[in-house]
């Protein structure tokens, strides 16, 4: 039997790890290996307790702050934020009835800190169930107001009805509070999409083949986590989101290419590549990460992926460090992810207008290092999971004025919208249109 404080106490330890830094996967990882917790039942239910937590935490936090005196929830101790912000998402939004949790939360409380802290918190469980916080609306503009109702930043709601229009913006947002869609890709170098999908219905695992990719399987059900799987562990599959999928399809890298990827880490992208290329070829991988790049080399071993070259740099150095053009190169750029807060809602709540600007200096370094290393009539690939213009549309525009001998070509296959400002080469996706994280994408030809 899982106890409830149990449960609890995982989920709250979670959310304390996200705060300092650490994706959700990489919490979770880091509990469950503390704790020994082996149940996948237990895990499952931690997991999804903290990313729908996580998935309205300006709701949840706005809630705590208007029952709380004299101060603020960014005052709290990080678990003690993180036992509210549990103990709010039962009661206000799945309307579990208190008399079920409200004494494991304040006992975890005592039992780490004492009873005066668990009196304070005790007081603010009780405040805020009593609290009719409706009134509290009449105070907020519209785009507040929609921001907590729909658990989105005040800021991105401004933008996206900017972006697409108020009645698409709110479709977008309200699939993004939906649970997302699973993708896998099949390594066709050791398999066929069809025979794999006949062996993960043994392991009672039921996908189905993409009808725009032939590589991608939309997973309908799986009794435990695909990672798991002999075929996982044997990189016959690798999980990965059928946007991220399509950028290599639309790079169509062919055999004997010499491809370079500037941000390669973690390698879904990379060993892609390597598998279009049928291991013939080379692929130099680039990234600044050693963590990620470690990560890359697994994934590039698991599925006997032999001509990667990776190679630990900051890719905006990178055109003092190779004398030779590339066939095709593959900027899978750092972005904001606003494309991606459907699978990864802690996201939400890390980006702002001041991190795009940065990160857009980043692209653009990224873009000018790349020019010089393209090939006459070779192919450039960019490419963000984020649905900002700054990022896409206008960085594309700014490349294309100062580097004539580049032109844009149609990024087929074609599953999204055409691009903005009238980009119409490039192509976008949305998680409400596509079923898929946000993804743009711009494929680039160099004039011979």
């Known amino acids: 039997m899982i106890s409830l404080e149990s449960y609890f106490n995982l989920a709250s330890l979670t959310l304390t790890e996200i705060e300092n830094g650490l994706s959700a996967r990489l919490a979770l990882k880091k509990i469950f290996s503390r704790y020994g917790i082996t149940n996948r039942k237990l895990r499952s239910k931690v997991h999804a307790l903290v990313i729908e937590t996580i998935r309205r935490l300006n709701y949840i936090d ?64 009780y405040e805020i169930e009593r609290k009719d916080i409706t009134s509290y609306f009449t105070r907020l503009s519209e785009f507040e107001k929609i921001g907590l109702q729909l658990f989105h930043p005040t800021w991105f709601v401004r933008y996206l009805f900017r972006l697409i229009g108020r009645s698409e913006a709110l479709k977008l947002m309200r699939k993004n509070n939906s649970q997302p869609p699973r993708y896998l890709r099949v390594n066709t170098l050791k398999i066929d999409p069809d025979k794999l999908q006949r062996k993960l219905l043994k392991e009672k695992t039921v996908v189905t083949i993409d009808p725009e990719l032939f590589d991608v399987l939309h997973i309908q059900k799986t009794k ?28 169509n890298p062919k055999e004997n290419d010499v491809v370079l990827d500037m941000c390669a880490a973690p390698g879904g992208k990379t060993t892609h590549i390597g598998q279009f290329m049928k291991n013939k070829g080379e692929i130099i991988a680039l990234d600044s990460s050693s963590k990620r790049m470690y990560e890359l080399l697994e994934t590039s071993r698991r599925q006997s992926i032999e001509i990667i070259q990776p190679l630990l740099i900051d890719s905006r150095s990178v055109s003092f460090v190779f004398k030779k053009q590339f066939d095709k190169v593959l900027i899978d750029a750092p972005c904001s992810s606003t494309g991606a807060f459907w699978s990864r809602p802690s996201r939400k709540w890390s980006v702002n207008r001041r991190l795009i600007k940065w990160l857009n200096q980043i692209q653009w370094s990224l873009l000018e290092r790349a020019a010089s290393l393209v090939r006459s009539k070779g192919i450039l690939v960019y490419s963000t999971c984020s649905l900002t213009l700054e990022e896409n549309e206008m960085i594309i525009e700014r490349f294309l004025k100062l580097n004539p001998d580049f032109r844009l070509t149609k990024a087929t296959p074609f599953l999204g919208i055409l691009g903005f400002r009238g980009l119409n080469l490039c192509q976008r996706l ?18 011979s």
């Open 62 to 125: 706005w809630v705590i702050n208007i029952s709380l005196e004299g101060t603020s929830i960014s005052q709290l101790h990080p678990y003690i934020r993180s036992i509210l912000r549990l103990s709010v998402y039962l009661l206000k939004l799945l309307s579990i009835q208190p008399t079920q949790f409200f004494t494991v939360s304040i006992g975890l409380i005592a039992k780490e800190f004492g009873r005066k802290d668990a009196g304070f918190v005790k007081a603010i469980l």
């Open 430 to 447: 949305f998680p409400h249109v596509n079923d898929t994280d946000g993804f743009f994408i711009a494929k680039l030809i160099r004039r």
């Open 224 to 251: 435990k986590p695909l990672i798991h799987s002999p075929y996982y562990k044997n990189g016959f599959f690798y999980i990965q989101n059928k946007a991220s999928a399509l950028v290599t399809h639309i790079l």
